[in-house]
């Protein structure tokens, strides 16, 4: 059995904890605020975060340094906002050099840079090839739960992959591993713009025909950005894409589809923000995807719509017509990332 540290207590450190827990790990919890840690010890609750009881295994701590030394293992579950900042400073703290995991769905805005990428060049002991990314389709609450859930691990180490798919997988958490890294940790982070988008449909009272329109045309501009940064297509069509699409399109608990619904009912980005009290991480999403397609002139309709909702203060029933009457198209073309020639050989 290891010793795991898990790097953000919000609701998903908190399920990935208790999957470790269960699986017989010792595991150290570390948030930032003191306050939360000891409300986890006194209570053996994560009240804010996750409706489940925290099993005595795990131990919350506000100290880097108490979390992480002498663990095998480090899972990085802060929001992307946090990542570069967290790495900093376990930069240095690290005195020996344990596996890392990350399970963040995002990517840098400005730099386009996807999580293993930014952790890689922060900690001096590490390449972005060391690290390993986890993702798939997986709410916290019903990870919490123990209900049924799938995921994928990828790292370029593969012994490292393997590794953190024999820490997690239990009789509910069954884990894949694969070997395109990129494509997983985009398919992670892009869907949230799409679910956004889904939210925003429902909440202007549009139906399934819509949401799956969506769905399906968000899977194709995912796969065109994808390719472009060196993703193989096929891994779109896995649980890292089309996967976590319909998770977090079609799940009330995903908070991307309720910032979403909130926006589509009229309210403004700020106040949608200030009432989810949790990371929304498809809007700073939105924002670095769109700029990367307007430098590279990728096609990223949905996209840039849903741009000009968040940034530009448009109306959502606006974009939708635009959307709706864009020039007339024949749809093999704009699927095309998943013919042969896009993959890698
Ligand atoms: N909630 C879910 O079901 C899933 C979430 N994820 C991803 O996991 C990541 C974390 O999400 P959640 O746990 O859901 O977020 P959350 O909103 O539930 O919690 C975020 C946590 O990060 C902490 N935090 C915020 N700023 C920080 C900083 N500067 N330094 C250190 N800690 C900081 C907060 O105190 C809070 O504990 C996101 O990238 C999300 O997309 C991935 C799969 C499932
Ligand atoms: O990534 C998730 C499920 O796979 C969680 O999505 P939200 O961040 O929208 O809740």
């Known amino acids: 059995m290891s010793k795991v540290a898990v790097l953000g207590a919000g609701s998903w450190g908190t399920a990935l904890s208790i999957v470790l827990a269960d699986n017989g790990h010792s595991v150290r919890l570390w948030t930032y605020r003191k306050e939360q840690a000891e409300a986890i010890n006194a209570t053996y609750r994560n009240e804010k975060y996750l409706d489940a009881d925290i099993p005595e295994q795990i131990k919350a701590c506000h ?28 930069n240095n703290t690290l005195t020996h050099r344990p596996t890392i995991i990350h399970a963040t769905k995002g990517i840098e805005p400005g730099s386009l840079k996807r999580i293993s990428q930014v952790i890689g060049e922060e900690l001096a002991r590490y390449d972005s090839e060391d690290i390993v990314v986890l993702s798939g389709p997986s709410h916290a609450e019903e990870v919490g739960k123990r ?41 992670g982070a892009l869907k949230n713009i799409i679910a956004l988008g889904a939210g925003i449909s429902d909440g202007l009272g549009y139906g399934d025909n819509a949401k799956a329109a969506l769905i399906t045309r968000g899977l194709a501009e995912i796969a065109r950005l994808g390719v472009s940064l060196g993703a193989n297509p096929l891994t779109f069509l896995g649980l890292p894409g089309v996967g976590d699409l319909i998770v977090t399109c079609t799940s009330h608990h995903s908070r991307n589809w309720r910032a979403g619904n909130l926006l589509g009912r009229g309210q403004k980005l700020d106040e949608v923000l200030d009432q989810m009290g949790m990371v929304v991480e498809g809007v700073r999403t939105t924002q670095a ?20 909702i968040l940034f530009e203060d448009k109306q959502p029933g606006d974009v939708v017509e635009q959307l709706m009457n864009r020039n007339k198209r024949e749809e093999m073309n704009d699927i095309s990332a998943f013919s042969s020639d896009s993959r890698p050989q």
């Open 289 to 308: 995807a769109y700029q990367f397609a307007r430098e590279q002139q990728i096609e990223m309709p949905i996209t840039e719509g849903l741009y000009t």
């Open 63 to 90: 100290e880097l340094k108490q979390a992480v030394d002498d663990v095998s293992a480090i899972v990085m579950v802060v929001p992307t906002k946090a990542i570069r900042d967290v790495c900093k400073e376990l």
């Open 147 to 187: 209900l049924p859930t799938t995921v994928t691990v990828s790292s370029l180490n593969t012994q490292h992959a393997a590794y953190a798919q024999d820490l997690f997988i239990n009789e509910s958490f069954r884990v894949y591993t694969s070997d395109d890294m990129i494509g997983l940790e985009l398919g």
